[in-house]
């Protein structure tokens, strides 16, 4: 039984919801993209069809209301009087929608309280009815209201609409990267909203390793849309997690500096706290050393107070400790810092590193004749303290970190397991830690000849 046959038996069976299910199957092996002449037809026996089954049931409609009028006729001829019909207030089917726009807005108000399925359904429900011309005009009309308005659409809302519209048809010409923009700002105000909380933590879950709770996502919602004085932005920051979260979940939202600020958000607040999630930002530098600075205040109070409760520590030593206490950690960060900037300069490739080649080659053979040359001083002067030794292990083992790390990152297999052997040897012997050093440097050099000679 050819498609046309099987509509038009089932208008003559007068069910127009089985004819329109039946439609809607064919749909599926009859696209408009695949063979439009057949879709064509097919839409025109479905026409005819449904014009067949709605004349039909108007003709029993019809022909009940005779057999009623004859009852009625009858009853008076023998003298009694019909029961009068009770008084219903009867509504007909609403007219249909004949502007696109109107069309647009109705699914979009839609697509805000119902998921994803029904939407699909509905969009479905809605085609059997719509010609192709029109449907097409909703189409272009739903695009245009997205891109305008960004109404909240979650991910799975927006897929649905594209398929329902072929927006993804490469005959339709559309940037896909614009598209995709668009679907992302409208999940933007969709993850915004306070119903999506816990659909806006699982995004940040999924950018960072901490846990969040739907009380600390509103805190974070509402320092980025609320307009708030730079002083307490910069006292805030000073808060190691706050100076986290805060990039964290632009990044769930998929916000990045150069693109719009999502709707709802303040941009003097978004700018200020997206810098955050640069790691080669200065802010990173500027609030580091506050943090420190306070840290180290902290610490050098609590020993001026404990040396100014203790008669034994005269002033020179209790200066000192205090001293100590004070800038120890701001030095520890500085030097962590800068051995950080030494091991990123040392791993960067030709292309992106600074200062001449030659100085990056011959850092690692000066660092470790220096080294050397320090412990055969120590040994030969007979400084044999505890915390020489300790610096002493201490630079062989960085050197041999930024050894095996210019190794590894510029090998053929940068992503492999790192080995702990030489950084083991480092600290228990520190001799072999500097030969094992050597041996790195010297396996890269080889391997960078070899390269340059191809």
Same mark, same amino acid.
């Given at each position: 039984m050819s498609a046309g046959e099987e509509l038009l038996e089932l208008a003559g069976q007068g069910d127009e919801r089985a004819l329109k299910r039946a439609y809607a199957r064919l749909l599926r092996s009859n696209r408009p993209d695949d063979d439009a002449d057949a879709f064509q037809d097919l839409h025109a026996c479905y026409q005819h069809a449904l014009a067949l089954c709605r004349s039909a049931t108007d003709e029993r409609h019809d022909a009940s209301d005779a057999s009623d009028a004859s009852d009625a006729?009858?009853? $008076? !001829?023998? +003298? @009694? &009087?019909?029961?009068?019909?009770?008084?219903?207030?009867?509504? +007909?089917? *609403?007219? /249909?929608?004949? &502007? /696109? =726009?109107?069309?647009?807005? &109705?699914? @979009?108000?839609? *697509?805000?309280?119902?998921?994803? %399925? *029904?939407?699909? @359904?509905?969009? !479905?429900? $809605? *085609?059997? +009815?719509? %010609?192709?011309?029109? $449907?097409?005009? @909703?189409?272009?009309?739903?695009?245009? =209201?997205?891109?305008? &308005? =960004?109404?909240?659409? %979650?991910e799975a809302h927006f897929n649905v609409v594209m398929q329902a519209f072929d927006w993804d048809d490469i005959a339709l010409d559309l940037d896909p990267l614009w598209l995709a923009a668009v679907g992302r700002r409208c999940r933007q105000a969709w993850l915004l909203l306070p119903t999506s909380r816990g659909a806006l933590r699982v995004a940040y879950e999924r950018c960072s390793d901490r846990y969040l709770s739907t009380q600390e996502v509103d805190e974070v919602v509402a320092r980025l849309g609320e307009q708030r004085p730079h002083w307490r932005n910069r006292l805030e920051a000073i808060v190691t997690t706050r100076a986290r979260d805060t990039p964290y979940l632009l990044a769930a939202l998929e916000y990045w500096p150069a693109e719009e600020v999502p709707a709802g958000l303040d941009p003097v607040q978004v700018g200020f706290w997206a810098r955050f999630g640069e790691p080669s930002h200065r802010v990173h530098l500027r609030y580091g050393a506050v943090r420190c600075a306070i840290i180290g205040l902290f610490m050098g109070l609590i020993t001026a107070w404990g040396v100014h409760a203790s008669p034994a520590v005269d002033a020179y030593r209790g200066g000192m400790m205090i001293a100590v206490a004070t800038l120890l950690l701001p030095a520890s960060w500085l030097l962590l810092l800068g051995y950080r900037a030494l091991l990123r300069w040392q791993y960067a490739h030709e292309s992106d590193a600074r200062g001449p080649a030659w100085l990056r080659w011959a850092f690692l053979p000066t660092a470790a004749a220096a080294v050397g040359t320090a412990m055969w001083a120590q040994r030969a002067l007979g400084m044999d303290g505890l915390l020489l030794i300790s610096l002493d292990r201490a630079w062989v083992f960085g050197l041999a970190l930024i050894a095996m790390t210019r190794a590894r990152t510029r090998g053929a297999d940068p992503h492999r397991e790192a080995n702990a052997l030489p950084l083991v040897l480092g600290v228990i012997w520190p001799v072999a830690g500097i030969a094992l050093s050597l041996v790195y440097w010297s396996m890269d050099l080889r391997r960078n000849f070899s390269a340059s000679r191809r």
């Open positions: 006729f009858d009853a $008076r !001829q023998a +003298g @009694v &009087e019909p029961p009068a019909a009770p008084r219903v207030a009867v509504t +007909g089917p *609403a007219a /249909p929608v004949l &502007e /696109p =726009h109107v069309a647009a807005l &109705e699914l @979009v108000q839609y *697509a805000a309280v119902a998921d994803a %399925s *029904a939407l699909a @359904v509905l969009l !479905q429900d $809605r *085609a059997l +009815g719509w %010609s192709l011309r029109f $449907r097409n005009d @909703v189409g272009w009309a739903l695009l245009d =209201h997205l891109q305008r &308005e =960004h109404p909240p659409l %979650s």
